[in-house]
């Protein structure tokens, strides 16, 4: 295949999709896996649960063989918000599953193809929720696992020419937050003040800051967190 191929998990929909659409206006044949097709994706689909780790496995093995991507994006990710004395030992082990467990086998099946190669990009998407946020002790304990995961695969891989690196959003124009915080809302306007630019993140804008970990030029920067948060991070802003 003459265009480089970009592997992106959780491409049905939000900052998944914007990266397929984004990679793909950049000339890269997105091989995108999700539980549901997503809509207006012209790259190839492989519908994938990671609830199921060891069919997962065999169909990453199979997207390895056919198409060898050697760019790769662990956008895939669960969520469930309660309070850590509410929380329960089932939505632990899910999201373990989800956003540690699924980008470990994604980089697992990748990064020996990569050596190969002597090249190799890998982004993963964590989130802001790593530094603190009421409701997300084990989302955040999760993301915050799989920055540490990141940048011991950057000093495992870098002598092959393979880059590890993460982007850390805060709160994105996604659908699942406008449902719970709607256009004029309450719920809105709180979670923007917490946001020195006073607004919500595009997935796009998402996207453009993974390309360019996903790009050629990119080769000198391995092990980073970048946080896409429009401030929170800078200061003592909180939600």
Not at 81 to 105: C, H, K, S
Not at 161 to 166: C, E, H, M
């Amino acid at each position: 295949m003459d265009k480089p191929v970009t592997l992106v998990t959780g491409v049905s929909r939000g900052i998944g999709l914007a990266i397929a659409q984004h990679m793909t206006a950049l000339g890269h044949h997105v091989v995108g896996i999700a539980r549901t097709h997503p809509v207006e994706f012209d790259g190839t689909f492989v519908a994938v649960d990671f609830d199921d780790l060891t069919t997962a496995g065999a169909t990453l093995k199979e997207i390895a063989a056919d198409y060898r991507p050697l760019r790769v994006v662990n956008n895939a990710g669960a969520v469930a918000v309660a309070a850590i004395e509410d929380a329960t030992v089932e939505q632990f082990e899910w999201m373990v599953r989800i956003n540690l467990q699924a980008p470990m086998l994604v980089m697992q099946t990748v990064i020996p193809m990569m050596r190969a190669a002597k090249f190799g990009r890998i982004v993963n998407i964590g989130s802001r929720a790593a530094q603190g946020k009421p409701g997300r002790s084990i989302y955040g304990a999760t993301k915050g696992g799989l920055y540490a995961m990141t940048r011991t695969v950057a000093l495992e891989t870098a002598e092959d020419g393979i880059t590890a690196n993460l982007i850390a959003p805060g709160p994105i124009e996604t659908d699942m937050i406008r449902e719970s915080c709607p256009p004029g809302s309450e719920a809105r306007a709180k979670l923007t003040g917490g946001v020195p630019m006073a607004r919500f993140g595009q997935p796009e804008e998402i996207a453009a800051a993974t390309a360019y970990f996903l790009s050629d030029a990119a080769g000198f920067t391995t092990g980073q967190a970048l946080n896409v948060c429009g401030g929170m991070t800078v200061g003592s802003a909180a939600l």
